[in-house]
């Protein structure tokens, strides 16, 4: 699982965000798995959250800006990984963090990126304000 070609929306800003986030969990996947300190899984965690955060507003706003009509639900899909991703932040605090539990993340970006996103792909291409900008 992670990254993979197929995952490709071809809206470039997106894609390039989408492989910081895979960037991101490997090294997380790698922290847990060689059981580096836990300060090195927390901050990873940390620096997925702030990522995940900047990347939903972007892609929240891009379909908000096309009238998007699955804005809501992909809003809904997106506050579900915050608020997983919160609590396995919180709990990293106390205890370690799981192989399973970086799997589960990295199993939803793939699933979420590979349906949720790919949805939106057709209704901002057809909108004409974003046929240059988003290539
Ligand atoms: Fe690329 Fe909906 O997250």
Known sequence: M??????FTGIHEIDLQHQVLFDIVARLEQAVTLDDKWSAVHFALVELTNFVNV????EEAL???????GLEAHIADH???????????????REDVSAEMTKWLNHWLVNHIGIADHA??????????????LG
């Open 79 to 93: 506050k579900m990984f915050s608020t997983v991703l919160a609590e396995i932040k919180k709990h990293s605090i």
């Open 2 to 7: 992670g990254w993979t070609d197929n995952l």
């Open 55 to 58: 990347h939903f507003a972007v």
């Open 63 to 69: 379909m908000r800006l096309h009238c998007y009509p």
């Open 120 to 133: 939106y792909v057709p209704h901002l291409r057809t909108a004409a304000i974003v046929s240059t900008p």
